[in-house]
Protein backbone atom coordinates (compact mmCIF):
# COMPACT_ATOMS: atom_id res chain seq x y z
CA UNK A 1 0.00 0.00 0.00
CA UNK A 2 1.38 3.12 -0.80
CA UNK A 3 0.83 6.61 0.67
CA UNK A 4 1.42 9.84 -0.72
CA UNK A 5 4.04 12.77 0.85
CA UNK A 6 1.04 14.31 2.15
CA UNK A 7 0.46 12.06 4.89
CA UNK A 8 1.74 13.69 7.55
CA UNK A 9 4.48 12.36 10.03
CA UNK A 10 3.61 11.72 13.39
CA UNK A 11 6.16 10.67 16.54
CA UNK A 12 4.08 8.87 19.55
CA UNK A 13 4.41 11.39 22.35
CA UNK A 14 3.19 8.69 25.18
CA UNK A 15 2.03 5.51 24.89
CA UNK A 16 -1.32 4.81 23.34
CA UNK A 17 -3.73 2.58 23.42
CA UNK A 18 -5.19 1.72 19.56
CA UNK A 19 -6.68 -0.52 17.37
CA UNK A 20 -5.32 -3.04 14.66
CA UNK A 21 -6.70 -2.17 11.09
CA UNK A 22 -8.42 -4.07 9.80
CA UNK A 23 -8.12 -6.78 12.43
CA UNK A 24 -10.17 -4.52 15.25
CA UNK A 25 -7.14 -5.78 17.66
CA UNK A 26 -6.86 -4.07 20.65
CA UNK A 27 -2.68 -2.63 21.08
CA UNK A 28 -0.52 -0.18 22.76
CA UNK A 29 2.08 2.01 20.88
CA UNK A 30 4.95 2.80 22.66
CA UNK A 31 6.05 6.64 22.98
CA UNK A 32 8.92 7.06 20.46
CA UNK A 33 6.32 5.42 17.42
CA UNK A 34 7.11 7.09 14.16
CA UNK A 35 4.41 6.90 11.49
CA UNK A 36 2.09 8.84 9.13
CA UNK A 37 -1.65 9.86 9.64
CA UNK A 38 -3.39 8.07 6.68
CA UNK A 39 -6.47 9.48 7.65
CA UNK A 40 -7.88 12.26 10.27
CA UNK A 41 -12.06 12.20 10.10
CA UNK A 42 -14.77 12.11 12.19
CA UNK A 43 -12.65 13.08 15.28
CA UNK A 44 -10.24 9.63 14.91
CA UNK A 45 -7.07 8.85 13.35
CA UNK A 46 -5.77 6.20 10.96
CA UNK A 47 -1.95 5.92 11.33
CA UNK A 48 0.63 3.79 9.56
CA UNK A 49 3.19 2.60 11.29
CA UNK A 50 5.52 -0.61 10.52
CA UNK A 51 3.56 -1.68 7.56
CA UNK A 52 0.33 -1.67 9.46
CA UNK A 53 -2.83 0.82 10.15
CA UNK A 54 -3.85 2.02 13.61
CA UNK A 55 -7.06 3.71 14.49
CA UNK A 56 -6.24 6.29 17.22
CA UNK A 57 -9.47 7.47 19.27
CA UNK A 58 -10.07 11.69 19.06
CA UNK A 59 -9.44 11.61 22.70
CA UNK A 60 -5.80 10.44 22.33
CA UNK A 61 -5.23 13.17 19.69
CA UNK A 62 -2.60 14.30 22.18
CA UNK A 63 -0.71 11.18 21.81
CA UNK A 64 0.51 12.12 18.27
CA UNK A 65 0.76 15.96 18.98
CA UNK A 66 -3.01 16.68 17.82
CA UNK A 67 -5.66 18.36 20.14
CA UNK A 68 -7.94 15.99 21.65
CA UNK A 69 -11.66 15.81 19.60
CA UNK A 70 -14.37 18.09 21.56
CA UNK A 71 -17.80 16.39 22.30
CA UNK A 72 -20.78 17.27 20.57
CA UNK A 73 -23.15 20.66 22.47
CA UNK A 74 -26.68 21.06 22.36
CA UNK A 75 -28.65 24.39 23.68
CA UNK A 76 -30.63 24.00 27.24
CA UNK A 77 -34.03 23.89 25.45
CA UNK A 78 -33.46 21.63 22.40
CA UNK A 79 -36.34 20.19 20.98
CA UNK A 80 -36.29 16.51 19.60
CA UNK A 81 -35.73 17.74 16.25
CA UNK A 82 -32.55 19.49 17.45
CA UNK A 83 -31.31 16.25 19.54
CA UNK A 84 -32.30 14.07 15.74
CA UNK A 85 -30.18 16.88 13.75
CA UNK A 86 -27.55 15.88 16.07
CA UNK A 87 -27.92 12.38 16.08
CA UNK A 88 -27.39 12.00 12.45
CA UNK A 89 -24.81 14.52 12.58
CA UNK A 90 -22.73 11.97 15.01
CA UNK A 91 -23.21 9.52 12.91
CA UNK A 92 -21.18 10.94 10.38
CA UNK A 93 -18.59 11.37 11.96
CA UNK A 94 -18.17 7.59 12.35
CA UNK A 95 -15.74 6.05 9.52
CA UNK A 96 -14.97 3.06 8.37
CA UNK A 97 -10.99 3.14 9.00
CA UNK A 98 -9.92 2.16 5.75
CA UNK A 99 -12.44 4.30 3.42
CA UNK A 100 -12.40 8.07 3.87
CA UNK A 101 -16.42 8.14 4.00
CA UNK A 102 -18.79 8.84 6.75
CA UNK A 103 -20.93 5.54 7.31
CA UNK A 104 -24.30 7.01 6.59
CA UNK A 105 -23.25 8.22 3.11
CA UNK A 106 -21.78 4.43 2.91
CA UNK A 107 -24.93 3.49 3.47
CA UNK A 108 -24.32 1.31 6.16
CA UNK A 109 -26.95 2.85 8.66
CA UNK A 110 -30.35 1.27 8.33
CA UNK A 111 -32.79 2.74 10.53
CA UNK A 112 -32.31 5.72 13.25
CA UNK A 113 -35.01 5.79 15.33
CA UNK A 114 -34.99 8.47 18.50
CA UNK A 115 -37.25 7.19 21.67
CA UNK A 116 -37.00 7.81 25.91
CA UNK A 117 -36.23 5.36 28.25
CA UNK A 118 -38.36 4.48 31.26
CA UNK A 119 -37.35 7.40 32.96
CA UNK A 120 -37.92 9.99 30.23
CA UNK A 121 -34.35 10.33 28.96
CA UNK A 122 -33.57 9.90 25.34
CA UNK A 123 -32.53 7.19 23.46
CA UNK A 124 -31.16 5.97 20.39
CA UNK A 125 -31.74 2.39 18.18
CA UNK A 126 -29.24 2.16 15.46
CA UNK A 127 -29.41 -0.82 12.99
CA UNK A 128 -26.46 -0.85 10.50
CA UNK A 129 -23.93 -3.39 8.36
CA UNK A 130 -20.60 -3.48 7.06
CA UNK A 131 -19.14 -3.35 3.72
CA UNK A 132 -17.53 -6.59 4.55
CA UNK A 133 -19.46 -9.36 6.93
CA UNK A 134 -15.71 -10.64 7.79
CA UNK A 135 -14.71 -6.81 8.56
CA UNK A 136 -12.26 -7.13 12.07
CA UNK A 137 -13.38 -3.64 12.42
CA UNK A 138 -17.31 -4.64 13.14
CA UNK A 139 -17.57 -4.33 16.90
CA UNK A 140 -15.09 -1.33 16.75
CA UNK A 141 -17.40 0.83 14.76
CA UNK A 142 -20.40 -0.37 16.66
CA UNK A 143 -18.51 0.91 19.99
CA UNK A 144 -17.56 4.16 18.25
CA UNK A 145 -21.18 4.70 16.63
CA UNK A 146 -22.77 3.99 20.18
CA UNK A 147 -20.27 6.19 22.30
CA UNK A 148 -20.50 8.90 20.36
CA UNK A 149 -24.18 8.81 20.43
CA UNK A 150 -24.07 8.90 24.13
CA UNK A 151 -21.63 11.94 23.98
CA UNK A 152 -24.93 13.91 23.25
CA UNK A 153 -26.28 15.79 25.91
CA UNK A 154 -29.71 14.43 26.57
CA UNK A 155 -29.45 10.83 25.05
CA UNK A 156 -28.52 8.85 27.79
CA UNK A 157 -28.48 4.99 25.97
CA UNK A 158 -27.59 4.25 22.49
CA UNK A 159 -28.83 1.01 21.34
CA UNK A 160 -26.69 -0.13 18.07
CA UNK A 161 -27.35 -3.56 16.08
CA UNK A 162 -24.91 -5.10 13.73
CA UNK A 163 -27.24 -6.53 11.16
CA UNK A 164 -26.55 -8.38 7.27
CA UNK A 165 -30.05 -8.48 6.03
CA UNK A 166 -30.56 -7.09 3.60
CA UNK A 167 -26.31 -7.79 2.92
CA UNK A 168 -24.60 -3.81 1.79
CA UNK A 169 -24.04 -3.53 -2.03
CA UNK A 170 -22.66 -0.36 -3.52
CA UNK A 171 -25.78 1.03 -4.99
CA UNK A 172 -26.43 2.17 -0.90
CA UNK A 173 -23.92 4.68 -0.90
CA UNK A 174 -24.89 8.22 -1.80
CA UNK A 175 -23.93 9.48 -4.58
CA UNK A 176 -21.28 11.95 -2.63
CA UNK A 177 -19.56 8.74 -1.24
CA UNK A 178 -19.62 7.19 -4.51
CA UNK A 179 -17.85 11.04 -6.15
CA UNK A 180 -15.20 10.24 -3.14
CA UNK A 181 -14.30 6.31 -3.83
CA UNK A 182 -14.12 7.21 -7.61
CA UNK A 183 -17.03 4.87 -8.21
CA UNK A 184 -19.40 7.67 -9.83
Known amino acids: ?30 AGT ?16 EGNL ?17 G ?10 DVERLVWSQLRTCYDPEIPVNIVDLGLVYTCVLGRTESGERSVYVTMTLTAPGCGMGDI ?3 DVSSKLEMIPTVSQADVDLVFDPP ?15 ML
Open 1 to 30: MNYSRSSEPIKFERDCAVVLVPQGENVTLP
Open 34 to 49: IGYITQSLGGSFTVFV
Open 54 to 70: FRVAGSDGDAIGKEPVA
Open 72 to 81: PSLPDDASDE
Open 141 to 143: LVA
Open 168 to 182: WNQSMMSDVARLETG
